[in-house]
């Protein structure tokens, strides 16, 4: 009889897992689906409100800000109310501020309401891995952050194919509305399925410690997000910013050292195989999303691709993702150094790859890079989860979950500016270069041979040449920025040897 209670458990056990590991998923999904399905409603925003470029940005901006500054909180909020009902606390404010934003009338309003968004839903990843990561054992964690992984990066993946068809047959308000009932059903597996934890004697709160960091945090991104708009250091506000920002981080630092208990708790940091995590996932915050960024730009503004046409590329990406991480997981018993240098190697090469484009790159040049990066990705989560928290104790995980998916939204912010920056210089130099050699007295554009299609009339054909000028341009800029990606990825390499592997498992 006592085995048969047993083994009931142990399959109450195993289901349990299941259950909880299926509402994170879910719940990760949406909120990470948030992040990037906004951006193809953008164009129809803009008109909706008669805003200008730089106005209808700011919903993407104040959106990324508000998860920037709230992510690090996550330890201490679990610390005050609890796992449980800071996650229905979370999904009920993120649930509303989408239906809000749905069914605003003034630009003002959805910008307030996606501040809330992003505010509600920033400790809901970070949340969700701790918590798989309490239920599920310490052989499992392989398994178990497969799985989840998925939600947290193929959420954003397919978010703007899914956003752009919605926008087309419909408007911009449903990409809002589709992520309410989905938004509602997680909440309920969340009142169902999770259990109280987490919850401590209340903590000495570091309030000047979480001033400091949230305007130092605040006053990058708004560096990040604006620069290349505002031309960079040639701004007085980007310049403000920037003297802000070393300012509160600096003084966030002499605080840290003069506290009992910092905002930041430096037990972390004293772990190495945390550390080393924390480099390799602000790699992989930036190598995942930068060709979401660029690749539907190219494809669209210089190749003329339709926009299904870019989602199916997007969605092949996908696909590779969904393979990766089923690999990783099956892999989880073995050295995770194997998946972080095949992940690496994957995402390095595909980089390589799309640096050969050229103006007449065909669909499935596109589909196998975008492939073979997807089963990179998912190759590089798994064990770089399994690395980060594996030698961790089980009461640091809410603040060590905050800190290290708040690095891999820093990863994302630098790289994407940092490749806007490579994309826009490049393109604007050798437009520059291109256009010295194009005049009226160069004899070799009278040549019908040089041309191709017959002798240049000057005048007639200036704005093709100009035009032409451009986008070979641009596309050398594209080129270095996928250039720059490869060598990111294969330059982090060394950097694994620093990882410690229990040998006592």
């Excluded at 996650?87 to 993120?94: D, E, K, R, T």
């Excluded at 997807?374 to 399994?386: H, K, Q």
């Excluded at 210089?425 to 041309?451: C, D, N, Q, W």
Aim: net charge neutral; with cysteine.
């Amino acid at each position: 009889m006592s085995a048969v209670t047993a083994a009931a458990a142990v399959e109450e056990n195993s289901s349990y897992k299941v259950l909880v590991l299926v509402t994170m998923a879910c719940a990760c999904m949406l909120y990470a689906l948030t992040l990037t399905i906004v951006n193809v409603a953008l164009p129809q925003m803009q008109g909706a409100f008669s805003a200008t470029t730089e106005e209808i940005s700011w919903v993407v901006t104040l959106n990324v800000v508000a998860t920037a500054v709230v992510t690090p909180l996550t330890g201490s909020l679990v610390a005050w109310v609890g796992q449980r009902r800071l996650l229905i606390l979370c999904l009920s404010g993120f649930t509303f501020a989408s239906l809000a934003c749905a069914m605003a009338t003034s630009l003002e309003a959805v910008l307030f309401f996606r501040i809330i968004q992003g505010a509600f839903g920033a400790p809901v990843v970070p949340l969700s891995q701790a918590i798989v990561l309490q239920v599920w054992p310490k052989e499992e964690y392989g398994k178990a952050n497969g799985y989840l992984g998925m939600s947290v990066v193929i959420g954003p993946a397919i978010g703007p194919s899914i956003g752009g068809w919605l926008a087309e047959e419909y408007n911009w308000r449903f990409v809002f509305l589709m992520i309410v009932p989905f938004s509602l059903l997680a909440l309920a597996g969340v009142m169902r399925w999770i259990r109280e934890g987490g919850k401590t004697a209340l903590p000495r709160f570091d309030y000047l410690g979480f001033l400091l960091f949230s305007v130092a945090i605040v006053a990058l991104q708004l560096v990040l997000d604006r620069g290349e708009r505002e031309d960079w250091l040639q701004s007085g506000t980007i310049v403000t910013l920037l003297i802000v920002m070393c300012a509160a981080f600096a003084m966030f630092i002499a605080n840290s050292a003069c506290v009992d208990r910092p905002f930041v708790r430096p037990v972390l940091l004293k772990n190495q195989n945390f550390v080393v995590g924390l480099f390799l996932v602000f790699v992989y915050g930036a190598v995942n999303f930068t060709p979401l960024v660029l690749l539907p730009q190219l494809l669209q503004t210089y190749r003329g691709y339709p926009d299904t046409l870019i989602g199916l590329v997007l969605a092949m990406r996908g696909v590779g993702m969904i393979a990766g991480f089923y690999a990783a997981a099956r892999m989880g018993k073995m050295d995770p150094r194997i998946g972080l240098v095949l992940g690496t190697l994957a995402i390095g090469t595909s980089g390589w790859m799309m640096s050969l484009y050229d103006l007449n790159v065909g669909f499935w040049a596109l589909v196998w890079p975008s492939i073979l990066q997807g089963i990179g990705c998912g190759l590089m989560w798994v064990p770089l989860s399994m690395v980060s928290f594996s030698t961790l104790d089980r009461a640091l995980l809410p603040d060590a979950t905050s800190l290290f998916h708040l690095i891999r939204n820093m990863g994302t912010s630098l790289y994407v500016a940092a490749s806007v920056f490579v994309l826009v210089r490049t393109s604007k130099v050798r437009y520059a270069e291109m256009v010295e050699g194009i005049g009226p007295f160069e004899e070799r554009l009278k040549f019908p041979e040089a041309v191709g299609s017959g002798a240049v009339q000057w005048m007639d054909s200036l704005g093709l040449i100009a035009g032409e000028a451009w986008r070979q341009s641009a596309l050398i800029g594209f080129s270095n920025c996928f250039l720059l990606y490869a060598l990111t990825c294969f330059a982090t390499l060394p950097v694994l040897v620093f990882v410690k592997i229990r040998r006592d498992d």
